[in-house]
Every structure is written in C-alpha cells, then in structure tokens.
C-alpha cells in the first residue's frame, strides 16, 4: 500500500511539475541563448555516441532480417524491411534510450547538485523560477535534439545496413536501396522524428524532474540521477507504444 | 519592517514554536543559537524557501504568508540572500552571477548592467574578477561575490547565513569588517545568522538568542552579554 501510495505520489509530483513548466512557456524568449547551448550539449555532444551505435544497428537489423526471409520473401524486400524499421522504430527508440542515459543522468546531476549547494534555493530567493531557468532550455532543447540525431541516426543504420549487405554478399547496393525507395511513406520518417520529440522532452524532463527534487548529498544526486534514467527509460518504451497505435496503429 | 507573528515551524519534529519579532528597517539583527536552533529555517521561511506550519510573516506590511505568488515575488525584490555555501551558479562566471538578477527583473541596458556590476565588486572590494568562475574563487572571495550579488540589485533587507564560517580569522574579519562598512553605505537591513560572537559584538546592533524554537532573549549585545546562561557564556568563552 505504501509503495503504491508514493508510486501516485510522485507520478504526482512529475505531472504537477510539468504544468509549472508549461506555464512558463510564454517566457521562453528569456531563455533562448540557454536553449542553444543545451542543443550543443544534449545533440552535439551525443553525437560520436548515436553514430557508432546507429552503424551496428543497421548492420545488425540487416544481417538478422536477410537471416529470417532469406528462404521465404525475396531479397528486394531486405532493403524495405530494415529502412521501415530503421525510420519507425530503432531510430527513434535506441537513439533516445542511448541519449536517455548519457543526458538524463547528466542533467538530474547537474541541477541535484545545485539543489544540495542552495543554488535552486539561491534562484528563488532572486523570483526566478527554477521551472524557467533550468527545466525549460532543457526540454526545449531535448525536444528539437532528438529528432535531429534520430535522423543522422536513420541515415547512419540505413547505409551502413546497405553496406554490410553487399560486403557479406546477401545482395547489392542497387537491390537494397531500390527496395527502401520502393515502399518508403512520409509517414514512417515523420512519424518516427514526432515519436524522437516525445523522447526529447520525456528524457530531459525526467532528468530536471528529479534533479530537482534531490535530497540530501552526494549519496541523493546519484539517487536521482539513477531514477531519471530508469524514469526516462520505461517512458519511452511506454510512450512508443502509444505513439506506435496513434501513428500505424 | 519585518514583522513576523507567531511562526510555527515543523518537519518531523517541531523547529521554530511560535516566533514573533519586529525587525526595523536600518537595523543589523544577528541570531545566535545553538547549532540545529532553527535559525536559518527561521530566515528562509522568511524569504519564503519554507512554508511554515502556521503564522503570519508581514515585510513591509505586505503579508508574504496567505499563498499569493505574485506578492512573494514582489517582495522578493527587495530581498538579496548571502548562503552558507555562497551558492553561486557554477555555470556562470562572477559578472553573469551578479548580473542574472538585474537582467530577470530590471530593464536596464547593457551598460548599466556593467556599471552596476562593477560598483557592487567595487563595494566588496573585488575588482577585476568578472570573468573568473566560482571554481576560480577563494571561499572568502566566494562569500564577497554572493554578497555582491544580494546588494546589486539595491535589496532593502539582506540576509546572511553564517557569513564567516568556514574562512580562516584573517578572512572572517574581513568579511566583518566589510559587513560593517557596507551596512553603513548601503542603509540596508541586514539580518545574520552566526555562531561567532566576534563577527555579531562588531557588527549587530540587536541580537536574537534562538533557544528551543523561541526568542529567549532580543535585546543589545550588552545585555546579551549580562545573561546568565551556559549556552550564553560558552559564546564569549570561545571569544576571548
């Protein structure tokens, strides 16, 4: 009872903290040049990390999907089926829960320092909302970072799954990538940058959230930023199934 | 003037039991007690930073106790806050710290932001450290530029929170003596929070004395000094 009681306490607390923050959202002209050097931070910096994780996911969904329909569907399919679950869904999924790790732990971090040293205590003293300050540029900027990187992501897993194809021998370039072309929609890119969004702000938001309410020391930061990162985690494979039914279902 | 009536204050337990004290404008207050006697709970409920149990808190006759936002904020600008731990952002160098309260509220351009700046650095006697970061800084230098920060933006009451502990006896009463000097130019209202009786018989010109979550004594240090308590005497002990 007690641990359902403070599951609903703080499932609370995140949504009450997230409508503090959107009230604030008609202030985010004071917080523009922050929102870009957290760009640089969540994207940016993320960068070397999604790239290297992005080739082996292609070259991984391609050799295992060449392994399943090889005896049974026809080679030009290949191309189609890892470009489709590319853009749907191992994009957008593995690169947030890739940067879900490195930038959610780092930003509950961040501000649960600043919570244990009277920093957050320091801006409300000042009247600055520590919602405004810290959480907004972070979410803003989780939210227009992801989608970016998701699609550095797609094209990195795209071609270096056509490449492992041809290098292996499952089939050529010109069968794979004529396959992609074949069946590609808008809506599978699209779809999965809008889910790439969610993540941003799910992944950035959870980071601030429990930043934010770090308590005690050293021993509470690293608390929290666990909690964030498992936070931002189960989010966002809760989230992509919900976006997954909305979009394709 | 501070006016603060009957403030209870609870975590798990109770702290501060009904508190009431006048706190006059131009005055420099320093509470003493006992470490864990709720004397910072008692300053940072009065900034708002805790929400007492039940009481009422007036600054400048504008009730900051019944939930309004909007007069907390208001009030608030007349509020600068020195932390135990300096407390400045970590992310900003010493010109963007003392200036990030005078950008959120004031409209003030560009050059005067500067002139600003530098005369609260010159008041705390630091010029020419804008561009150095807090992880550049002395702790002595630390605490100067967080009060830079609480005077630029002309806060009518000033709080301290243990502002010489943890420097060494040079540092301290520099930081005294500042403390002393800046309360005279700045017609402010400081309000202190310390254990070092040195730092409250220069500068205070009321003390406080916090004992089990009430006001035992408010009153002048000569007075003060005239109490017979152990708590009272253990002070001028580790003075003199």
């Known amino acids: ?249 | 003037m501070i006016r603060v009536k009957d403030l209870y204050v609870s975590f798990e337990f109770p702290v501060l039991k009904g508190i009431n004290i006048n706190i006059e404008d131009n005055e420099f207050l320093v509470i003493l007690g006992k470490s864990g006697s709720g004397k910072t709970v008692f300053i940072k409920t009065i900034v708002g930073l805790i929400k007492p149990e039940r009481g009422e808190i007036y600054i400048d006759d504008v009730k900051i106790t019944n939930g309004n936002i909007k007069e907390t904020l208001k009030a608030r600008k007349n509020i600068g806050f020195v932390f135990q731990g300096s407390a400045l952002f970590d992310s900003l160098n010493v010109f963007e710290n003392i200036a990030l309260p005078l950008r959120e509220h004031f409209h003030l351009t560009k050059k005067e932001i500067e002139m600003r700046v530098k005369r609260a650095l010159e008041l705390v006697e630091l010029e020419g450290i804008e561009k150095l970061y807090p992880s550049e800084l002395s702790g002595g230098m630390k605490k100067r530029v967080a009060l830079a920060r609480a005077i630029v933006y002309e806060a009518k009451y000033i709080f301290l929170d243990e502002p010489t502990t943890g420097l060494d006896p040079e540092t301290s009463l520099k930081i005294t003596n500042l403390l002393k000097e800046l309360w005279g130019k700045i017609k402010g209202t400081f309000i202190a929070v310390t254990h070092d009786f040195g730092f409250t018989e220069e500068v205070a010109t009321r003390i406080a004395w916090l004992k089990d979550g009430k006001f035992e004594f408010i009153g002048d240090v000569e007075n003060f000094k005239k109490i017979d308590m152990k708590e009272v005497h253990a002070y001028f002990m580790k003075t003199f």
Do not use: H
């Not at chain 1, 290297?52 to 399919?77: C, E, H, K, N, W």
């Not at chain 1, 959480?135 to 071609?159: C, E, K, N, Q």
């Not at chain 1, 969004?197 to 980071?207: D, Y």
């Open chain 1, 1 to 249: 009872m007690k641990i359902i009681y403070s599951l609903l306490y703080e499932m609370g607390g995140f949504v009450n903290s997230f409508i503090k923050m959107i009230f604030y959202l008609k202030e985010i002209n004071k917080v523009k040049k922050e929102i870009i050097f957290q760009i640089y931070e969540i994207g940016l910096n993320s960068l070397p990390l999604v790239i290297f994780i992005s080739a082996f996911l292609g070259m991984v969904a391609s050799v295992q999907t060449a392994y399943q329909i090889r005896d049974f569907v026809p080679l030009i399919y290949l191309g189609a089926g890892v470009a489709k679950g590319v853009m749907i869904e191992l994009g957008p999924v593995i690169t947030g829960l890739v940067v879900a790790g490195r930038v959610s732990s780092g930003i509950a971090a961040e501000i649960g320092t600043m919570k244990v040293t009277e920093q957050i205590d320091a801006l409300e003293v000042m009247g600055i909302s520590p919602y405004r300050f810290l959480f907004l540029p972070r979410v803003f900027a989780g939210m227009l970072a992801l989608p970016m990187l998701t699609i550095i992501s797609d094209i990195i897993a795209i071609l270096s799954g056509m490449w492992i194809s041809n290098f292996t021998g499952i089939t050529n370039y010109e069968t794979f990538a004529r396959g992609a072309k074949l069946f590609f929609l808008p809506k599978d890119l699209f779809g999965g940058l809008f889910k790439a969004s969610i993540f941003g702000i799910i992944l950035s938001f959870s980071g601030s959230f429990y930043g934010i309410e770090t308590k005690g020391g050293a021993q509470g930061v690293g608390i929290s930023a666990t909690k964030a990162v498992v936070t931002s985690c189960l989010l966002i494979l809760v989230f992509d199934y919900l976006i997954g039914i909305l979009i394709y279902g």
